[in-house]
């Protein structure tokens, strides 16, 4: 299951850790996807809390793939 981006052309996938525009309240901007559909399921790298949003808004959002499993697995 793998994703593209419209807006930045970048290729995302479940299990794939992004990083955000705006750091989240515990001051880190790693997040882990976790869900994939019509919405997508973020869990925050460092305190563990989860958000869900519609794929538009995870867009418009997301910054850039910071570790992608795709290229773990190579």
Known sequence: L????????TTYQLHDHVEMKKPHACQTNSWE?????MD???KCD???????MPRREF???MKKVTISV????K
Not at 2 to 9: D, E, I, L, P, W
Not at 70 to 73: D, G, L
């Open 40 to 42: 997508i399921r973020i």
């Open 46 to 52: 460092h305190c563990g809390q989860m958000v869900l």
């Open 59 to 61: 867009e418009k959002k």
């Open 33 to 37: 996807i976790i869900r994939m559909g």
């Open 2 to 9: 793998r994703s593209v981006c419209m807006k930045a052309g």
């Open 70 to 73: 795709a290229e773990e697995n």
